[in-house]
T-cell receptor, first 114, second 112 residues
């Protein structure tokens, strides 16, 4: 079945450490997105990419970095510059044209600073 | 500023009753809307969508209503079941193919 896979499901980070969250999709979607979700809040866009080797900052990109070397993959690195990284991270993908371009989401990665 | 929001953060309904979840948006240029359901610890799942040239769209046990005059979107769930317990998000898209903006969500609790 086609889908979008995030790993790991749970991740723990020490102070000053960089960690990378994986996101892979086999839906042949052009666009991929990273969102952060905090308790009681909506989804906030971190980064997005509409084509390989290109990506744009979202609303809260500071302290994060991404790459898009393959269409299927869009990993997110949470750097030590992100001062409050504890959150639930969601990856999504979508087509860019056609009648239905809503997002397909992964199951999320919960990151906790220890 | 422009935003997508929900009136009620929490909604409790009896099993078997109908549920109505509301969403307000402020940008009249928004032309595509989606409702998502998010169960605890999982990613959001697509429920139903509607375009601005429609007032109503029905799915299986769900109906979305769009009132462009007052910039209001609602999700109706018929005969609410325990499995409907989740957080529901509305999302709007202002430019075709661009990024969606999500509201904060409403938690639906189904009481036995």
């Amino acid at each position: 079945d086609g889908g979008i896979t995030q790993s790991p499901k749970y991740l723990f980070r020490k102070e000053g450490q960089n960690v990378t969250l994986s996101c892979e999709q086999n839906l042949n979607h052009d666009a991929m997105y990273w969102y952060r979700q905090d308790p009681g809040q909506g989804l906030r866009l971190i980064y997005y990419s509409q084509i390989v080797n290109d990506f744009q900052k979202g609303d809260i990109a500071e302290g994060y970095s991404v790459s898009r070397e393959k269409k299927e993959s869009f990993p997110l690195t949470v750097t030590s510059a992100q001062k409050n990284p504890t959150a639930f991270y969601l990856c999504a993908s979508s087509v860019l044209a056609g009648p239905n371009y809503g997002y397909t989401f992964g199951s999320g990665t919960r990151l906790t600073v220890v | 500023g422009e935003s997508v929001g929900l009136h009620l953060p929490t909604l409790s309904v009896q099993e078997g009753d109908n549920s109505i979840i509301n969403c307000a948006y402020s940008n009249s240029a928004s032309d595509y809307f989606i409702w998502y359901k998010q169960e605890s610890g999982k990613g959001p799942q697509f429920i139903i969508d509607i375009r601005s040239n429609m007032d109503k769209r029905q799915g299986q046990r769900v109906t979305v209503l769009l009132n462009k005059t007052v910039k209001h979107l609602s999700l109706q769930i018929a005969a609410t079941q325990p499995g409907d317990s989740a957080v529901y998000f509305c999302a709007e898209n202002r430019n075709y193919g661009q990024n969606f903006v999500f509201g904060p969500g409403t938690r639906l609790s189904v009481l036995p």
